[in-house]
């Protein structure tokens, strides 16, 4: 058989062509138009695409800044272990807490309601020299609700955010730090809590807060020795 022209259609062939259209309710301009939000949804699909794309390459770029502050902050910590090591380890352990200054220096409390304070403190405290630190944070806890007026306060505070950030609950961690920084602002902890504040923001992903933090130490604090751990971890990132 020869094939067909669309010219060559016999009017009854033409008719059934044309019932189609009327068969699906789509006119020759319907037609067009429905082709044209076929095409507009196509283009919506792909970028929808792109965007999820991006997504996931900002996720992997904030997972891998992440794990280079980790890796940094590790680093540091080991020079900073080693460097410890050449001194009197027992010594350099009262030395991070006024409370082992104090006694070493014959130091006493003047009033005796703060005894219970101290020794609630130094039983705190004791975890995490032993690296127990489910049980300082719960020790911590509980002084800072006990005692609420303590002048122990921020440096409580100040371990409830170390104990927190090793068992890596680092939310609550920068919260406790953060406490530091806005109720006691007079105290010594305060570039310490400042410096570990920086690191906790570089472990959530917060890169920008966390250099604004490391430069607030060195700029306000120059000659701490927070300040020099943020001087080497700013110089390390770059």
Same mark, same amino acid.
């Given at each position: 058989?020869?094939?067909?022209?669309?010219?060559?259609?016999?009017?009854?062939?033409?008719?059934?062509?044309?019932?189609?259209?009327?068969?699906?309710?789509?006119?020759?301009?319907?037609?067009?138009?429905?082709?044209?939000?076929?095409?507009?949804?196509?283009?919506?699909?792909?970028?929808?695409?792109?965007?999820?794309?991006?997504?996931?390459?900002?996720?992997?770029?904030?997972?891998?800044?992440?794990?280079?502050?980790?890796?940094?902050? /590790?680093?540091? +910590? *080991?020079? &900073? %272990?080693?460097?410890? #090591? =050449?001194?009197? /380890?027992?010594? +350099? *352990?009262? &030395? %991070?807490?006024?409370? #082992? =200054?104090?006694?070493?220096?014959? +130091?006493?409390?003047?009033?005796?309601?703060?005894?219970?304070?101290?020794?609630?403190?130094?039983?705190?405290?004791?975890?995490?020299?032993?690296?127990?630190?489910?049980?300082?944070?719960?020790?911590?806890?509980?002084?800072?609700?006990?005692?609420?007026?303590?002048?122990?306060?921020?440096?409580?505070?100040?371990?409830?955010?170390?104990?927190?950030?090793?068992?890596?609950?680092?939310?609550?961690?920068?919260?406790?730090?953060?406490?530091?920084?806005?109720?006691?602002?007079?105290?010594?902890?305060?570039?310490?809590?400042?410096?570990?504040?920086?690191?906790?923001?570089?472990?959530?992903?917060?890169?920008?807060?966390?250099?604004?933090?490391?430069?607030?130490?060195?700029?306000?604090?120059?000659?701490?020795?927070?300040?020099?751990?943020?001087?080497?971890?700013?110089?390390?990132?770059?």
């Amino acid at each position: 058989m020869l094939p067909l022209s669309v010219a060559g259609l016999s009017p009854a062939l033409a008719a059934q062509s044309n019932s189609l259209y009327d068969q699906t309710g789509i006119s020759s301009g319907g037609l067009s138009t429905f082709n044209q939000l076929q095409s507009q949804q196509q283009d919506i699909n792909a970028l929808r695409g792109q965007i999820e794309e991006l997504k996931h390459q900002l996720q992997e770029q904030k997972e891998l800044s992440q794990k280079r502050y980790m890796d940094l902050e /590790q680093r540091l +910590s *080991n020079a &900073d %272990s080693q460097s410890a #090591s =050449t001194s009197n /380890q027992a010594s +350099s *352990n009262e &030395d %991070s807490d006024p409370i #082992s =200054t104090a006694a070493r220096q014959g +130091s006493s409390t003047a009033a005796t309601g703060n005894d219970g304070a101290q020794q609630a403190y130094q039983d705190a405290f004791s975890n995490v020299q032993s690296r127990k630190f489910d049980e300082a944070i719960d020790a911590f806890e509980k002084f800072t609700a006990s005692y609420p007026e303590s002048n122990l306060n921020a440096n409580a505070y100040y371990w409830l955010g170390e104990s927190y950030a090793a068992k890596s609950q680092l939310s609550k961690s920068a919260g406790a730090f953060q406490t530091v920084l806005d109720k006691y602002s007079n105290s010594s902890k305060v570039p310490d809590a400042m410096y570990r504040l920086g690191l906790v923001e570089a472990r959530l992903g917060n890169g920008s807060k966390a250099m604004a933090l490391l430069k607030q130490v060195v700029s306000d604090y120059p000659n701490s020795g927070a300040a020099t751990k943020s001087q080497n971890f700013i110089d390390q990132m770059r």
